[in-house]
């Protein structure tokens, strides 16, 4: 079975850093694009970065400079270090699996940037 967990949500004051993680299971991690997308309350849910599986990166504009997504394929994890947070950064974060058409979600990490 098939399963995405998010960690390493928080609350951090704005400037700081957070590292999230995804643990997935159940798939050919190695050959999945990883990714992670965001939802503020009341909005869309919106791409943050993926990452291919040959480590290809693509990040939203919002969050270049500041945020790097990278993967572990031997212990079948992507992760997001955050940096220079910002109050707008709030948000619940997904991770996603796409694999052959398919795309996987997890049940969100809450990030919350604020004094």
């Known amino acids: 079975q098939l399963q995405l967990v998010e960690s390493g949500g928080g609350l951090v004051q704005p400037g700081g850093s957070l590292r999230l993680s995804c643990a997935a299971s159940?798939?050919?991690?190695?050959?999945?694009?990883m990714g992670w997308y965001r939802q503020a309350p009341g909005a869309r849910r919106d791409f943050v970065a993926t990452?291919?599986?040959?480590?290809?990166?693509n990040y939203a504009d919002s969050v270049k400079g500041r945020f790097t997504i990278s993967r572990d394929n031997g212990k079948n994890t992507v992760y997001l270090q955050m940096s220079f947070l910002k109050p707008e950064d709030t948000a619940a974060y997904y991770c996603?699996?796409?694999?052959?058409?398919?795309?996987?979600w997890g049940q969100g990490t809450q990030v919350t940037v604020s004094s």
């Open positions: 996603n699996a796409s694999l052959m058409g398919y795309d996987y």
């Open positions: 159940g798939i050919r991690f190695s050959i999945a694009t």
């Open positions: 990452i291919t599986s040959k480590g290809s990166t």
